[in-house]
């Protein structure tokens, strides 16, 4: 993720590989997603986050909420849970399926227009 100032007149997306990612912590990954969003960037990950990063994604998220600062985040992904070609047999066995993009933002700048397992569409404003 470069160090990239964000223009007057546009909106910072951080597209962070897989690799980046691979060897953070759960929180590690957690903490530099909400620092992205909270300076207003638009966080793609390639690779998606766990279940249960997910569910202490937005944990965290609502304990940093504030009216004059942060009103949250908006998070898609896909494909959806549970659409991947070993499905239920993988998660019976105890393996999370991750390889999916997750496209998270600032709540009050992006607006899902649509979603289905091969499609996001957004519309991304400026503050």
């Not at 966080?43 to 937005?58: M, T």
């Amino acid at each position: 993720m470069a160090e990239v100032k964000q223009a007057d007149d546009g909106v910072q997306i951080d597209l962070i590989s897989g690799e980046r990612m691979e060897g953070m912590t759960s929180m590690e990954k957690i903490r530099m997603i909400l620092d992205g969003v909270h300076e207003g960037n638009i966080v793609i990950l390639e690779e998606g986050l766990s279940p249960d990063e997910e569910s202490r994604l937005i944990e965290v998220t609502m304990t940093e909420i504030s009216p004059d600062e942060f009103t949250g985040l908006e998070i898609e992904t896909y494909p959806k849970s549970g659409t991947s070609d070993g499905g239920f047999l993988n998660r019976l066995m105890g393996k999370e399926e991750t390889k999916k993009l997750t496209v998270i933002g600032p709540a009050n700048q992006i607006e899902t227009l649509h979603k289905d397992e091969t499609l996001i569409s957004a519309l991304v404003s400026r503050k």
